[in-house]
């Protein structure tokens, strides 16, 4: 056994326990944890693939944007672990019958759909008309594809990552009653004479009456 197969089998088993702690952790927090791992385990696998462009956009969109922003959603919004096991039991059969589905058509796909394909070679430079040797970048040219023949799906994903991020502010946003916030309008168009105002208060106490020195003769008496 190679390098190459050692490190498939150790990412492997090391995604296999991180997608099952997903589904069994009691903490959500821990889950999203996990599906960090799971999510770094499967670029890993996308190197030894040769495919370095799907595993640091994996990296970099879903371990850098979307899972933390999960896990801030997760932590802001303060879920309840007893309310949402409530319906546990009730909705198992469904949920067991799915998970079946998807486990055997994984096993179908794996078994049945990548018979006689010989692994693709990586290509690392191209060859001219005039018999010149090009260099090829990989990364290039999927960037050319996806922002030229499938310019039109890249923006709707673009959206709809936006929307879900709005959405995720939107739902941990809390208007605070303690909170002394100024309308930013209001400071823009303050003037000189608003800064201090003199207010004139009634009196509530009357002044206490000067004390009259005493004359030189009445200290002598």
């Known amino acids: 056994m190679d390098a190459k197969t050692g490190f498939f089998y150790l990412f ?6 991180a997608a099952f702690r997903v589904i069994t952790a009691r903490n959500p927090v821990h889950a999203v944890l996990h599906l960090i791992l799971a999510f770094s385990q499967a670029a890993g696998v996308w190197f030894l693939l040769k495919a370095e462009f799907l595993a640091i956009t994996l990296v970099l969109v879903y371990l850098g944007a979307v899972r933390v922003l999960v896990l ?3 932590m802001m919004l303060d879920i309840r672990i007893d309310t949402v096991r409530r319906g546990f039991w009730k909705h198992f059969p469904l949920a067991a019958f799915i998970g079946a589905l998807v486990a055997f058509e994984m096993a179908a796909v794996l078994m049945t759909g990548f018979r006689g394909i010989e692994e ?3 290509v690392e430079v191209l060859v ?4 010149q040797v ?4 990989n990364t290039k040219a999927l960037g050319k594809l996806l922002y030229t023949e499938y310019l039109y799906p890249v923006e709707v994903a673009a959206v709809i990552l936006l929307v879900a991020m709005i959405a995720a502010i939107a739902l941990t946003l809390r208007q605070r009653k ?8 209001e400071q823009v168009r303050v003037r000189a ?8 208060l009634p009196v509530t106490q009357q002044a206490a ?7 030189a003769e009445e200290k002598k008496q």
């Open 72 to 74: 801030f959603v997760v």
């Open 128 to 131: 001219n008309a005039a018999g």
């Open 193 to 200: 004479r608003d800064r201090l105002v003199m207010v004139q």
């Open 12 to 17: 492997s088993v090391v995604l296999l326990y």
């Open 134 to 137: 090009v260099p090829y970048s």
């Open 178 to 185: 303690d909170s002394k916030a100024i309308d930013p309008s």
């Open 120 to 122: 693709p070679k990586a």
């Open 209 to 215: 009456a000067p004390a009259v020195p005493e004359s």
